[in-house]
């Protein structure tokens, strides 16, 4: 195990009817600003458990955050949030939201312009904020990421920075989703846990334990949410999944993956897909290609997950990876390419965007452009059942 940190300041406020505690969790005599995006949160009546919660309390409010947050949009809230002197954020909304929010947090502490913040990579200063979270997907909740878009060049990168006070998750709150929002958001939490946890053996068995049992609990709780996304125990096991798969207690002393991720946004960037989606597609692919390197922790992942115990190395690791593209298709999503009518052009542009950065992802940072190439070519072919 490598030596590690371990702080994560975030008070997690978990259960049914928690908004309402609001007022003793925001401090008194804060200029508060409150973030939103579309609409959402007036159509599932979260607003108004909000607007109740915080009655006597003065806000100002900013709405229009769109998904995959645009710099463009949280440069207007950045100005409205100096011209009013606030002081502490709360967002309320999915990881759209939050993660606009904590750039707004940045741009307001700072004269930096806000895109520079975001290609630094780090935000050294922020004003306080907070959430009341909507989606349960990204685990921005509980972690000091944020990942933003900027309209104009289809670009989307993440910065790091301080993690919210605290987060409130109602599990009721997602009674409103879609099917389609929640798949992409069991793919988002069980690909965070793949991007921590597949890549060497023998580092941690603690790590391993902790995050196969979060992998093994999205596994078992997809199915019945599909039967019933309205099933108070199932969404806060689903909630809550999703925020430790990303909240920095299944990485301690560990290596870690991202290249999935860093090539899922692109696709994003330039396709508009949905993020959860975008990495359903990848994941399969860079298993594919990445298979030698990882063959170990495939043949664990293999046993341990889907009960993989016969054929050689290389035939379990297969299988374990044909296994992860079918529970991704089991939710509801394409896992090809080829399905969402992206092809060869596409893949040229990510190889020469990479190969320009000088990318290496990966735990072993080999992940180029040229791998990249690779991955995305193995996402092309028409999916068979293998
Ligand atoms: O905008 P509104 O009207 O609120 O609608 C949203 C949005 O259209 C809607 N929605 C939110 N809560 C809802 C709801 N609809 C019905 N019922 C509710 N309870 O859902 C749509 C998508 O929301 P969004 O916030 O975009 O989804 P998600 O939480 O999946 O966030 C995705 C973003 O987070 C980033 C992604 O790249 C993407 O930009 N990520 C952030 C990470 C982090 N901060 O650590 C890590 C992740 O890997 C990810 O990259
Ligand atoms: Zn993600």
New binding site residues.
């Given amino acids: 195990m490598k030596n590690f940190v371990f702080q994560n300041p975030t008070k997690l406020v978990f259960g049914k009817g928690e908004i309402a505690r609001l007022p003793e969790l925001l401090p008194e005599n804060v200029n508060l600003m409150l973030t ?6 007036k159509r ?1 009546c ?1 607003y108004d458990q909000v607007k109740e919660a915080l009655k006597g309390r003065n806000y100002i409010e900013f709405w229009g ?5 645009h710099v463009e949009t949280l440069r207007k809230a950045i100005q409205l949030g100096k011209e009013n002197k606030i002081d502490y954020l709360l967002a309320v ?7 606009g929010t904590k750039l707004i947090a940045a741009g307001i502490a700072s004269e930096k312009e806000a895109w520079d913040i975001v290609l630094e990579g780090y935000a050294p200063e922020q004003i306080a904020f907070a959430s009341v979270m ?2 349960p ?4 909740e509980m ?1 000091g ?3 933003i ?1 900027r309209d104009e060049t289809k670009e ?1 990168y ?1 910065f790091f920075g301080d993690y919210p006070r605290f987060s409130i998750l109602d599990p009721e ?2 009674y ?3 099917e389609h ?1 929640i798949a ?2 069991l793919a ?1 939490a069980f690909t ?1 846990v793949m991007e921590q946890y597949m890549t060497t053996t023998g580092q941690s068995r603690i790590m391993d334990r902790w995050a196969e049992g979060v992998l093994s609990s999205i596994i078992e709780i997809a199915p019945k949410i599909k039967e019933n996304p309205h099933d108070y125990d199932l969404m806060a096991d689903y909630m809550l999944a999703a925020t430790l798969a ?1 909240n920095d207690f299944i990485r301690m002393g560990i290596t870690q993956d991202w290249a999935t ?1 860093n090539i899922g ?1 692109e696709l ?1 960037a330039l396709h508009g897909t949905t ?2 989606h975008s990495l359903a597609i990848v994941l399969p692919g860079l298993l594919r290609v990445l298979k030698p390197q990882k063959q170990a922790k495939l043949v664990q992942y293999g046993e341990r997950i889907f009960g993989i115990t016969t054929g050689t190395d290389e035939e379990r690791a297969n299988k374990a990876i044909a296994l992860t593209e079918a529970f991704y298709r089991s939710l509801g999503l394409t896992t090809r390419l080829s399905e969402e009518g992206i092809g060869e052009e596409t893949i040229e542009i990510i190889a020469k965007r990479f190969n320009e950065r000088g990318a290496a992802y990966g735990e072993n940072q080999n992940v180029t452009g040229e791998v990249t190439r690779e991955i995305l070519e193995s996402c092309l072919p028409p999916y068979t059942l293998s």
């Avoid at 939103?36 to 949160?41: E, H, I, L, P, Q």
């Avoid at 955050?65 to 947050?69: A, G, K, L, Q, R």
Wanted: glycine share 20%; proline share 4%; charged share 10%.
């Fill in positions: 939103f995006g579309g609409g959402s949160v599932n979260v955050i769109e998904p995959n947050p909304g999915g990881g759209s939201v939050l993660d909507t989606v997907a990204t685990g921005s972690n990421a944020a990942v878009s989307k993440g709150v997602t409103s989703l879609s929002q992409c958001g988002d965070h990303l991720h946004h994003t993020h959860g």
